[in-house]
């Protein structure tokens, strides 16, 4: 009787230690080596998210965890859809996103969430299927950045125009509609001529609007580009007509596209953020969401411009950083990339 109250004894121990030890491996975090990320962006084949590759990669030899990234070849809301969607039966533990048009993104992302896949958004301020949203800086102020540069420019008097990738691309239509509203508040002496034109991500489509806008407004001062290839394909439209002295082009570009048309004037000023480090910190967010950590106020992703994040008020999702940048002819080749 003894031995075998004994054996039960040593049994039950065995099976409460084989119990804890289940219980420790299941709280653990999960290996990143284990874990696959996909990036999935506007379009795949320009500067802007060439760059952004580079910090999905260095996100990868970082952490270990397994990256890639993907985008159409043009900025079709329908493709970046049937992107998601294909990713979602290969269950990766993360998609990063950053949407051409976030409304027609909510439905394919609410079905990856639905399937365990952590989602993170950049540029998409407001959309609900998404575990976070990601901001480089506040959309509104970096609008108003803008407009004050290119009204000193224009010494606040002239007609102007917006280029921005699509009415649908919600940060830059948040860029040139509190420029706008700054506009009219406090350089009364500037006009926008017309609502904002669509160029679609593509440098030769802003460079022939850009044409167009030229001939129909020839008394025009100012152009504001919103999408990495509008501002270059504004400013050769300008070069090509010989008006780089006298019309102010202001935007968002990549320093080494820019820099030649900086150097002329065809560009007064650019506007940006590096985008390696938005991958980064996108991607970042991901894999602490994975790891069951939080993502709140002060969070620190150790990712330059991303050191102290802050919730935007009025959304229960969106965080911004602190990464606006700003270049001239002076300073672009203080940014290598």
């Avoid at 102290?308 to 999702?317: I, P, R, V």
């Amino acid at each position: 009787m003894r031995r075998r109250r004994t054996a039960l004894l040593s049994a039950v121990g065995v099976t409460a230690t084989l119990i804890a030890g289940a219980t420790s491996i299941a709280g653990a975090s999960p290996d990143p080596k284990d874990m696959t990320m996909v990036n999935v962006v506007k379009i795949e084949g320009i500067p802007w998210f060439d760059r952004m590759a580079v910090g999905d990669q260095n996100f990868a030899k970082r952490t270990g965890v397994q990256t890639s990234q993907e985008g159409g070849d043009d900025t079709s809301p329908e493709k970046q859809v049937q992107i998601v969607a294909d990713l979602i039966p290969r269950r990766p533990t993360a998609i990063t996103v950053v949407p051409n048009s976030p409304e027609s993104l909510e439905d394919v992302l609410g079905q990856a969430r639905a399937q365990g896949i952590k989602v993170v958004s950049h540029e998409a301020t407001g959309i609900q299927n998404v575990d976070v949203d990601i901001e480089a800086f506040d959309n509104a102020a970096f609008g108003r950045q803008i407009v004050q540069s290119l009204a000193q420019c224009m010494g606040g008097q002239g007609s102007y125009l917006q280029f921005v990738q699509s009415l649908a691309a919600k940060t830059h239509m948040q860029w040139v509609n509190a420029a706008y509203d700054m506009q009219v508040a406090e350089f009364p002496g500037m006009t926008r001529v017309e609502g904002p034109i669509e160029s679609f991500n593509n440098e030769q489509t802003a460079y022939e609007n850009a044409k167009t806008v030229l001939s129909k407004y020839p008394n025009i001062k100012g152009f504001q580009g919103s999408g990495s290839t509008d501002t270059p394909g504004i400013a050769r439209a300008v070069r090509e007509a010989g008006l780089a002295n006298e019309i102010c082009v202001m935007g968002t570009a990549v320093p080494a596209v820019a820099a030649k048309y900086l150097a002329d004037g065809a560009i007064d000023r650019i506007f940006f953020w590096d985008p390696a480090m938005a991958g980064e910190a996108a991607l970042q967010i991901a894999l602490m969401l994975a790891q069951g950590r939080p993502i709140e106020a002060g969070t620190n992703l150790n990712v330059p411009g991303y050191e102290s994040l802050t919730k935007l008020d009025g959304y229960d999702n969106v965080f911004v950083g602190n990464a606006a940048l700003e270049a001239d002819a002076r300073t672009v080749s203080h940014y290598p990339f």
